[in-house]
């Protein structure tokens, strides 16, 4: 048998054994076992960040729970005229998105070094996303690009060309 396979089985064995267990006291106790187990998750914690940029419909900032931080999309606004037109071409939109996420990441004491994921979204997929590739490794450190996900759309808020989501973890 394959030593892998052997100690994932004695894993399991275990864990089902040490679940069993906590079952077992809390009952005992009178406690119910998953309301033992999911007392220690924290609530989330909504973030509106005041440099931010504008939001164009109803949402917060980041959400957080449990050390784990959802980044809504962002648009290529500026958040200092919110109304300005959007940056010409889907680098320039890019570069103004990522601008827009490091602000929020930086309201609440995260970097992009702290990003584990990205969705982006692309109105013109054939036509940017060798453009986006070939950006993009320039925003994060060598060797540190985050899991990522990118999906042609028919349309975005405010006619952008990009929207970029993140999901960052704290340390």
């Known amino acids: 048998m394959d030593m892998r396979l052997r100690s994932a089985g004695t894993v399991r064995k275990s864990a089902f054994r040490d679940w069993t267990l906590t079952r077992l006291r809390c009952t ?24 931010g ?76 996303y060798a453009a986006l590739n070939a950006l993009w490794p320039s925003f994060f450190e060598p060797g540190k690009l985050p899991a990522r996900t990118t999906v042609g759309v028919t349309a975005l808020a405010v006619d952008a060309l990009v929207e970029i989501d993140f999901v960052a973890r704290r340390p």
């Open 53 to 128: 940029p504008r939001p164009v419909a109803p949402f917060s900032h980041a959400v957080e729970a449990d050390g784990w931080v959802f980044v809504t999309g962002q648009m290529p606004t500026d958040p200092a005229a919110p109304d300005a037109p959007l940056p010409e071409g889907v680098e320039a939109q890019t570069r103004r998105v990522v601008e827009n996420l490091k602000i929020v990441l930086g309201g609440i004491g995260l970097g992009l070094e702290h990003v584990t994921m990205a969705r982006i979204y692309l109105t013109e997929f054939k036509r940017d």
């Open 28 to 51: 005992a106790m009178k406690v119910d076992a998953f309301q033992l187990e999911t007392s220690a998750l924290s609530l989330p914690v909504h973030h509106m960040i005041s440099s």
